[in-house]
């Protein structure tokens, strides 16, 4: 009897020589300039807190990873079907088509091979991992040209979004992993980046297990992810244990959450957020003993 299967899987492991589709009636592509943003400034910053300039490459295995939550598929037909996941693994796409054009601009820097995580190609035919009609043009105009510009004016609201957060990706992404880092992010994004593969027999299941990952028991308040944070920040465990009832540390985190809420909620509801103090600005809170 098939069974559900859930493993972790780095971007290179999802996306090389596989196909992804969306049933119709799936959501559009809508993620928007702010989780572009976002996304971009987390992986720079776990990125940059392994990488040193003296690093030769073959040290980036041993970098720390980055976890991009799950993705819950049912497999038909020859395709993952996405449940769960596809606005990740659609601006993952995103980023990888830009990351193709930026190296052949960097022609001195030693080049990462991203164009299997795009497409693969057989009898000189390419075809697009992300098997979705009626974004296919825009993928190609993309690969291809850079920008979307030879297209005519897109109906459809996920292609207009990829289109523009293409634009966000060459506007925002981050200096510090141009040049001669590019190579070294290139590599620690193919291996280092992770996401639980949720693989489930039949839409049905697939749709369970949605459901229950999404709303079953009580959600947590903004207050419970905070505190979960702050906690995890004190490597000593007698200290962590002491926080816990910690006056200081309770204030803070419910002032913090006042000011705060909605880009808190946003960031740590959309499925990451940085493992670094310097986002939350608490200067105060005695994170470590």
């Not at 079907?81 to 990740?88: E, L």
């Not at 207009?160 to 590599?187: C, G, H, K």
């Not at 839409?203 to 944070?229: C, H, Q, V, W």
Request: overall charge negative; aromatic content about 10%; charged content about 30%.
């Amino acid at each position: 009897m098939p069974r559900i299967d859930a493993r972790s899987k780095t971007v290179r492991e999802l996306l090389e020589n596989q196909k992804y589709g969306i049933d119709e009636f799936q959501r559009e592509y809508r993620w928007d300039q702010r989780n572009i943003q976002e996304l971009l400034e987390d992986f720079e910053t776990r990125f940059q807190g392994s990488y040193r300039p003296d690093h030769p490459r073959t040290q980036v295995r041993q970098y720390d990873s980055y976890f991009l939550g799950s993705m819950i598929v049912n497999e038909r037909d020859g395709l993952r079907y996405i449940i769960d996941g596809q606005q990740r693994l659609t601006s993952l796409t995103l980023l990888l088509v830009f990351l193709h054009h930026l190296q052949s601009r960097q022609r001195e820097v030693a080049s990462v091979d991203v164009s299997r995580l795009i497409f693969s190609e057989q009898f000189g035919e390419r075809s697009f991992n992300l098997q979705i009609p009626e974004r296919l043009d825009c993928l190609r105009a993309l690969f291809e040209h850079n920008e979307v510009a030879a297209l005519p004016e897109p109906s459809d609201e996920s292609v207009r979004n990829m289109a523009e957060r293409y634009e966000d990706i060459q506007t925002e992404f981050p200096e510090s992993l141009r040049d001669v880092v590019l190579p070294y992010f290139i590599d620690w994004l193919l291996d280092r980046v992770e996401m639980v593969l949720i693989t489930a027999p039949s839409d049905e299941d697939a749709y369970a297990i949605f459901e229950t990952m999404n709303d079953r028991g009580k959600p947590l308040s903004a207050a419970d992810m905070m505190k979960g944070y702050l906690l995890s920040q004190i490597a000593d465990s007698s200290a962590r244990e002491a926080a816990i009832c910690d006056d200081a540390v309770i204030d803070a985190e419910r002032q913090y959450i006042d000011t705060n809420k909605l880009d808190l909620i946003g960031r740590m509801e959309g499925g990451w957020y940085t493992r670094t103090t310097e986002r939350f600005e608490m200067p105060n809170i005695p994170f470590e003993q």
